[in-house]
């Protein structure tokens, strides 16, 4: 207790002319709040590089630098969204974002009226080490319905004669460090209902003008398929963890590593002295932003993301009860033979193999996976295509895509991911865990070689076999995946040239010889 006396108090006032527009709640229409009450310094959550230069959490910062973690509020993308919802719906209305992309921001009461910026000192840091490591109570309900407690820092730790002797700071810490550990290392770090606060999204009235709408939500899907298993006494909400795979251990996988919070002795297949940390990098889907932005090892966490997106990762400690192979794999289902000039029938299945949620996931409004297929013959020539990128970014129209399309109150589409005029949806498709979905467009093809007919909605894909063709026909099909799509692009960035990187998460291929059965 002595150690924390004379630590600055982290709660400030809000700036004068704050406004609450959403009710009670300072931060609505995010359900994010303070255990004060009231406004945080920014700068008890943010320096989360001297987590890194004390000589204590060195590895963990650099894993979590190129992180989506890191850089949720600095996204190109992220900001453009949020001015364009300040611009129409108010500054105030931007705290729905924030409590999860910005909390920084938040906290300090940057979201207001007279804040052109929408921004405060440490911000930058996105989902910083204490903005995260603060939290102190969460609900499922998503939209950030947290509680963050602000740490209690050690004399000497930041501000006035800190900053001159920060060795006394980190001492005081090594030397005595159960409040650093009750501040940072809450066993609810370690749940998926801690994930779940901003891993689960919706939009209610007070946002949209109209009423409730669900959104993305990896902690429900997650929790309601079969990567989830209750424990022996049934016990609800309470998982079997031998059996179950859980957020962090996808997501945060074991690293050795000579970090001081290595070692746990609370998790059934770890010990105090194993020398593994939990990986900051938080893999998952984003193989674009960390080179987009130019992040420090964004190479390697391009690398890393898009290994975890072919399904080659390999996690030793859940090899027991995870699957092996892609993490969505292919199937081409093709007849053996064809006549020439027959209509064949093609299905292309897609399994979610290693998800734990659904496929993609995310913003579908945003994000794309599609299934490209090829028909050649065999002197090369091109008898049927789709799924095809243009050389201006966009898909090919009647692609059989993974998306949703979100309306606005007058059937327009949400295409600038202009959620807060979202009131539903007239399409979303994505795969469940375990679930297999197949190709279902009907095509029109032709007999004429080299020509492609854009895709209607159907229920398979029809290739015709011209007379002149060349036996046998190969069919190759890949599964695509890219973070955002063109439209959005063309909206934000007009004019500019920039795509985003596509990667091919899964491949098949198949014969179908031509002639006499």
Same mark, same amino acid.
């Not at 609900?139 to 209690?152: F, I, T």
């Not at 081409?332 to 897609?350: C, M, S, W, Y």
């Not at 090919?396 to 309306?407: P, R, Y």
């Given at each position: 207790?002595?150690?924390?006396?004379?630590?600055?108090?982290?709660?400030?006032?809000?700036?004068?002319?704050?406004?609450?527009?959403?009710?009670?709640?300072?931060?609505?229409?995010?359900?994010?709040?303070?255990?004060?009450?009231? %406004?945080? =310094?920014?700068?008890?959550?943010?320096?989360?590089? $001297?987590?890194?230069?004390?000589?204590?959490? %060195?590895?963990?910062?650099? !894993?979590?630098?190129?992180?989506?973690?890191?850089?949720?509020?600095? $996204?190109?993308?992220?900001?453009?969204?949020?001015?364009?919802?300040?611009?129409?719906?108010?500054?105030?209305?931007? &705290?729905?974002?924030?409590?999860?992309?910005?909390?920084?921001?938040?906290?300090?009461?940057?979201?207001?009226?007279?804040?052109? =910026?929408?921004?405060?000192?440490?911000?930058?840091?996105?989902?910083?080490? /204490?903005?995260?490591?603060?939290?102190?109570?969460?609900?499922?309900?998503?939209? /950030?319905?947290?509680?963050?407690?602000?740490?209690?820092?050690?004399?000497? !730790?930041?501000?006035?004669?800190?900053? !001159?002797?920060?060795?006394?700071?980190?001492?005081?810490?090594?030397?005595?460090?159960?409040?650093?550990?009750?501040?940072?290392?809450?066993?609810?770090?370690?749940?998926?209902? *801690?994930?779940?606060?901003?891993?689960?999204?919706?939009?209610?009235?007070?946002?949209?003008?109209?009423?409730?709408?669900?959104?993305?939500?990896?902690?429900?899907?997650?929790?309601?398929?079969?990567?989830?298993?209750?424990? #022996? +006494?049934?016990?609800?909400?309470?998982?079997?963890?031998?059996?179950?795979?859980?957020?962090?251990?996808?997501?945060? &996988?074991?690293? =050795?590593?000579?970090?001081?919070? #290595?070692?746990?002795?609370?998790?059934?297949?770890?010990?105090?002295?194993?020398?593994?940390?939990?990986?900051?990098?938080?893999?998952? /889907?984003?193989?674009?932003?960390?080179?987009? @932005?130019?992040?420090?090892?964004? +190479?390697?966490?391009?690398?890393?993301?898009?290994?975890?997106?072919?399904?080659?990762?390999?996690?030793?400690?859940?090899?027991?009860?995870?699957?092996?192979?892609?993490?969505?794999?292919?199937?081409?289902?093709?007849?053996?033979?064809?006549?020439?000039?027959?209509?064949?029938?093609?299905?292309?299945?897609?399994?979610?193999?290693?998800?734990? @949620?659904? *496929?993609?996931?995310?913003?579908?409004?945003?994000?794309?996976?599609?299934? +490209?297929?090829?028909?050649?013959?065999?002197?090369?020539?091109?008898?049927?295509?789709?799924?095809?990128?243009?050389?201006?970014?966009?898909?090919?129209?009647?692609? *059989?895509?993974?998306?949703?399309?979100?309306?606005?109150?007058?059937?327009?589409?949400?295409?600038?991911?202009?959620?807060?005029?979202?009131?539903?949806?007239?399409?979303?498709?994505?795969?469940?865990?375990?679930?297999?979905?197949?190709?279902?467009?009907?095509?029109?093809?032709?007999?004429?070689? %080299?020509?492609?007919?854009?895709?209607?909605?159907?229920?398979?894909?029809?290739?015709?076999?011209?007379?002149?063709?060349?036996?046998?026909?190969?069919?190759?099909? &890949?599964?695509?995946?890219?973070?955002?799509?063109?439209?959005?692009?063309?909206?934000?960035?007009?004019?500019?040239?920039?795509?985003?990187?596509?990667?091919?998460?899964?491949?098949?291929?198949?014969?179908?010889?031509?002639? +006499?059965?």
């Amino acid at each position: 207790g002595a150690l924390a006396v004379p630590a600055p108090d982290p709660a400030i006032p809000f700036p004068e002319g704050y406004r609450r527009p959403y009710g009670d709640s300072p931060f609505g229409p995010s359900l994010a709040r303070t255990s004060t009450g009231g %406004a945080i =310094d920014p700068a008890a959550l943010s320096g989360s590089e $001297s987590c890194g230069t004390s000589g204590c959490h %060195a590895e963990i910062v650099e !894993e979590w630098t190129p992180s989506a973690h890191r850089w949720a509020s600095r $996204s190109k993308f992220f900001q453009a969204i949020q001015h364009g919802m300040a611009a129409n719906n108010g500054p105030e209305s931007t &705290r729905y974002c924030a409590g999860c992309h910005d909390p920084i921001a938040l906290f300090s009461g940057a979201k207001n009226l007279y804040d052109e =910026d929408l921004s405060s000192a440490g911000a930058d840091e996105g989902v910083s080490c /204490a903005g995260c490591h603060s939290i102190a109570a969460t609900d499922v309900r998503g939209n /950030a319905d947290y509680v963050l407690e602000p740490p209690v820092p050690y004399l000497f !730790e930041r501000g006035g004669a800190g900053r !001159e002797t920060p060795f006394l700071g980190r001492f005081l810490v090594r030397a005595s460090p159960e409040l650093h550990r009750k501040s940072y290392a809450r066993d609810l770090l370690k749940t998926p209902e *801690f994930c779940g606060a901003c891993h689960k999204q919706f939009i209610d009235r007070e946002v949209n003008g109209v009423g409730w709408v669900q959104l993305q939500n990896q902690y429900d899907n997650w929790r309601k398929s079969h990567w989830f298993v209750p424990d #022996a +006494e049934g016990k609800a909400g309470v998982s079997d963890p031998r059996r179950t795979v859980s957020c962090r251990e996808c997501h945060m &996988r074991l690293t =050795d590593g000579g970090d001081p919070a #290595a070692g746990d002795a609370g998790d059934y297949n770890r010990s105090p002295g194993d020398g593994k940390h939990r990986n900051h990098r938080f893999i998952g /889907a984003n193989q674009w932003h960390p080179v987009l @932005h130019g992040m420090k090892g964004g +190479e390697e966490q391009v690398r890393l993301t898009e290994e975890w997106l072919r399904g080659e990762t390999e996690i030793p400690e859940i090899a027991d009860k995870w699957a092996t192979g892609p993490a969505v794999a292919l199937e081409i289902q093709a007849p053996p033979r064809a006549l020439p000039g027959e209509q064949v029938v093609l299905k292309i299945a897609v399994t979610s193999n290693k998800v734990g @949620h659904d *496929f993609p996931t995310g913003p579908l409004d945003i994000i794309q996976s599609w299934i +490209e297929v090829v028909v050649a013959d065999a002197g090369g020539r091109e008898v049927f295509a789709s799924g095809r990128v243009d050389d201006r970014g966009f898909i090919q129209e009647g692609a *059989f895509l993974f998306k949703a399309e979100g309306v606005d109150r007058a059937g327009n589409l949400i295409d600038r991911h202009n959620l807060w005029e979202m009131v539903g949806a007239r399409f979303r498709r994505s795969l469940f865990p375990g679930i297999t979905d197949a190709g279902e467009f009907r095509f029109a093809c032709p007999s004429a070689l %080299a020509r492609t007919l854009p895709a209607a909605p159907g229920k398979e894909v029809e290739v015709g076999v011209p007379a002149e063709a060349r036996g046998p026909l190969s069919v190759r099909a &890949r599964l695509r995946y890219r973070k955002v799509d063109q439209t959005l692009i063309e909206y934000l960035y007009p004019g500019q040239g920039i795509t985003a990187p596509v990667t091919d998460m899964a491949e098949a291929a198949a014969v179908i010889e031509v002639g +006499e059965p």
